[in-house]
């Protein structure tokens, strides 16, 4: 398991605007600007946020004009999801 990918993943869940930002892509994709209507916060701020969420893998952007659409990334949620299972069969296993 490589710690530094999962750290980064696993900083991604750990603030409760990026959560909430998760919640809202879980249905489909969203553009920047729909994420700020939903969520009270700075654009400096959601950018900040998104950096963290595309820089771990779980959360993928496409810019489209002069906005960037954001959709949930699989590989992300499967490393998050790889590592849980992993720490499950480990505590099993003592």
């Known amino acids: 398991m490589d ?3 999962t750290a980064k993943v696993f900083k991604a869940f750990c603030d409760e605007n990026r959560i909430k930002i998760i919640e809202l892509l879980s249905s489909g994709e969203k553009c920047a ?3 700020l209507e ?3 916060v700075t654009q400096p701020t959601l950018s900040h946020h998104m950096k963290i969420l595309c820089d771990s893998g779980v959360v993928a952007g496409r810019k ?3 906005w960037t659409h ?3 990334c699989e590989e ?3 490393t998050a999801k790889e590592y849980l299972d992993s720490l499950i069969k480990e505590g099993n296993q003592s």
Do not use: A, P, Q, R
């Open 3 to 5: 710690e530094i990918k």
């Open 33 to 35: 600007c729909k994420l």
């Open 38 to 40: 939903e969520i009270n």
């Open 64 to 66: 489209e004009g002069k």
């Open 70 to 72: 954001y959709s949930i």
């Open 76 to 78: 992300g949620i499967e």
